[in-house]
């Protein structure tokens, strides 16, 4: 990420490699409609939201798993908590600093976190599939 991307300026090494594993690790498994949400202005509990979304559960599992795996990868950190795996509805993972959330579609429309973060600067990665 670069500083122009949030009028902030640009996240801590640390989150920023985060969130662009996240932002990878969606692409590879097709994810829909990655968007991340600067949220550093806004709260004092994480900086950064990153939500996406796939269309069935099998899709949702395989990208949150990615997910994990690239994040491991990159950093040698697994997330402090899972949610919502076995389902695949709705999979939450915790960083601490960064919450990821991958939905399957009907769940994300009915939630829509981005209209509850309408405040927050947003980044919608171009997709390179």
């Known amino acids: 990420m670069t500083s122009s991307e949030f009028a902030r300026g640009p996240y801590s ?7 662009n594993a996240a932002i990878v690790a969606a692409e590879e498994k097709i ?6 949400l600067d949220l550093r202005d806004l709260i004092d509990a994480f900086d950064a939201l990153v939500v996406t979304s796939g269309r069935n559960d ?3 599992r395989a990208i949150a798993e990615e997910i994990e795996r690239l994040i491991e990868l990159a950093l040698d950190v697994k997330p402090i908590s ?5 389902q695949g509805e709705w ?4 960083y601490g600093d960064v919450i990821v959330h991958v939905f399957d579609e ?5 939630y829509d976190l981005e209209h509850l973060w309408n405040s927050a600067p947003a980044l919608r990665p171009l997709p390179t599939h």
């Open 82 to 86: 899972v949610e919502g795996l076995v």
């Open 91 to 94: 999979v939450a993972l915790d």
């Open 31 to 36: 994810a829909l409609d990655t968007v991340v």
């Open 58 to 60: 099998r899709q949702v």
């Open 13 to 19: 090494a640390y989150v920023s490699t985060l969130v």
């Open 106 to 110: 009907s769940t994300r429309d009915y």
